[in-house]
């Protein structure tokens, strides 16, 4: 999994947040106001934000069904 800097995190959108620790959780852009009403930057490019450590985002990944998953007529 590719991280991204949190400089380029947009909290309106949805992703996934890795937290220092190894989890990585996936982002509610309902969080966004909370976030930027109380999230700390930290040296390193680190976010302080609800207990957690953020060092890094990545997109969610996307998911394929095979053809034959996917119904036809509804």
């Given amino acids: 999994m ?3 800097p949190m400089s380029r995190f ?3 959108k949805p992703c996934l947040v890795h ?4 989890r990585s ?3 509610s852009p309902d969080w966004a106001p909370t ?3 109380y999230a700390r930057e930290h040296e390193g490019g680190l976010i302080d934000f609800d207990g957690l450590v953020l060092d890094g ?4 990944p996307k998911i394929e ?3 034959d998953c996917v119904p036809h007529d509804i």
């Fill in 25 to 27: 959780i996936a982002w």
């Fill in 35 to 37: 976030y930027c009403r």
């Fill in 2 to 4: 590719t991280l991204h």
């Fill in 57 to 60: 985002w990545s997109d969610l």
């Fill in 19 to 22: 937290d220092r620790s190894g």
């Fill in 10 to 12: 947009d909290p309106s």
């Fill in 65 to 67: 069904l095979p053809a």
